[in-house]
DNA sequence: GCCAACGTTGGC
DNA sequence: GCCAACGTTGGC
């Protein structure tokens, strides 16, 4: 039986990779991140079709800026063994990597960013993991969650 | 650029 | 296994 759709909001700084770039892209791998909670839901969680926030980080302002969904499972990151790489991890190996990621493909932009500032304005959103682990670069979201941030954007 | 929050490392 | 020191994230 498949398992229901689930939700969640990953971050990317647009200086690095914006909406913008995936659109261009399409897909893209989720490479980089180094954070053992955010990669156990990458592994453990997320199924092919889950819909993800794109959450521009460390902007101006910060905000969600679209929509993408998970396009292909976790599997090993391979900056981490990319000696050039700043996710370069001396302690993986090809046969036990320490980092895996799923890959995203681009779904749709937001009209208009849905910032920070109205996130935290929105008694709806008020329990959003963001608000309270801020810290946390890949998150589970609410359905409903999902459906208001997506209300606040005016579409896509 | 500052700094609070918080995850990670390493000494014991 | 504790916890201080350290490094990083990310808002402002």
Redesign the pocket.
């Known amino acids: 039986m498949p398992q229901k759709t689930k939700y969640w909001l990953m971050?990317s700084?647009p200086d690095v990779y914006s909406i913008e770039n995936l659109k261009k892209d399409g897909t893209t791998r989720w490479e980089g991140v180094?954070?053992?909670?955010a990669r156990n839901f990458m592994i453990r969680d997320m199924q092919i079709g889950d819909k993800v926030l794109f959450?521009h980080?460390?902007?101006?302002?910060?905000g969600i800026a679209g929509i993408a969904e998970v396009s292909e499972l976790a599997s090993a990151d391979p900056t981490q063994f990319d000696k050039k790489s700043e996710y370069y991890d001396p302690k993986s190996t090809s046969t036990e990597p320490r980092w895996l990621c799923v890959k995203v493909k681009y779904v749709s932009s937001f009209k208009r960013l849905v910032t920070?500032?109205e996130i935290?304005k929105e008694p709806l959103l008020k329990d959003m993991v963001?608000l309270?682990?801020?810290?946390?670069?890949v998150q589970p979201v609410t359905k409903l969650e999902f459906e208001r941030s997506l209300g606040l954007s005016g579409g896509s």
């Open positions: 971050k700084e180094r954070n053992y909670m959450y980080s460390n902007a101006n302002p910060s920070l500032a935290k963001l309270h682990n801020s810290r946390l670069s």
